[in-house]
């Protein structure tokens, strides 16, 4: 399905029946990332996978990228849906930008999940970005986003790019305890003890932050611990967070 929007077609799938639950992949990545976590679609919920600008089928014309924009991308989604306020799960980058959607409009959100996304780029991080380049990434997985990503290798330069670029930006991922201190949605913040991006140390400020706000570290998990062997524990925690079932055991 498609939707034009702030000079993009939007694009973004539809899977099974139920509540709305909208999912949002990380950098680097697209919408049927969730196939990788959940297999099949969760059960008693419509899930909503969008590819964000740049990403997948969705194409980005300007070439400008910042996260705030894609939230504003989403925003108006969820409303050309008729969706007035909805249940969420953000990987990273996804996740940054479902701190931008739970800040910009808090009631549009009322629970949500978001899995390695810091409140603002540590020095570590912005040193990996500035390293960030096609050879870097090699070429196995380059040939996998050629599969992942519609609009051939322009688009992944542009992707490439993207990421770099990262590395001088501060207003963008400047998330302040004040500013996170107006979300409204139940969060469960979910971190690897062993992300070489962020430190935990990140989460726990977001938890402080965060008014309604679980954390959730994963032992000897990397960034996005909700891959492989994890996505278990993932899925079973993160549908049980969703449910309300930690708010009606607190």
Request: proline fraction near 8%; glycine fraction near 10%; charged fraction near 20%.
């Amino acid at each position: 399905m498609v939707f034009e929007i702030h000079g993009i077609q939007l694009h973004w799938e539809e899977t099974g029946e139920g509540e709305p639950l909208l999912w949002l992949h990380g950098g680097m990545g697209a919408g049927a990332d969730w196939k990788y976590i959940f297999e099949d679609p969760p059960e008693g919920y419509r899930l909503i996978a969008p590819d964000l600008r740049g990403h997948g089928a969705t194409a980005n014309p300007s070439g400008a990228f910042t996260f705030r924009q894609c939230a504003l991308d989403v925003l108006a989604l969820v409303r050309h849906l008729g969706i007035p306020r909805i249940k969420a799960i953000g990987l990273s980058g996804g996740g940054i930008t479902l701190l931008h959607v739970a800040t910009l409009q808090p009631s549009a959100v009322e629970s949500m999940v978001v899995i390695s996304a810091p409140p603002y780029f540590p020095p570590e991080a912005r040193v990996t970005m500035r390293q960030f380049s096609e050879t870097a990434i090699g070429e196995a997985e380059m040939a996998r986003m050629r599969q992942r990503h519609k609009y051939g290798d322009a688009q992944l330069r542009q992707l490439v790019s993207m990421a770099r670029g990262f590395a001088d930006s501060y207003d963008d991922v400047n998330f302040t305890p004040p500013y996170l201190s107006t979300i409204a949605a139940e969060t469960l913040i979910v971190f690897g003890d062993r992300d070489p991006l962020y430190p935990v140390s990140l989460a726990i400020e977001l938890r402080r932050a965060i008014p309604r706000s679980y954390l959730w570290v994963v032992p000897n998990g990397g960034h996005g611990p909700v891959f492989g062997n994890l996505a278990p524990q993932f899925r079973e925690t993160a549908l049980s967070f969703l449910r309300g079932e930690w708010r009606q055991n607190a």
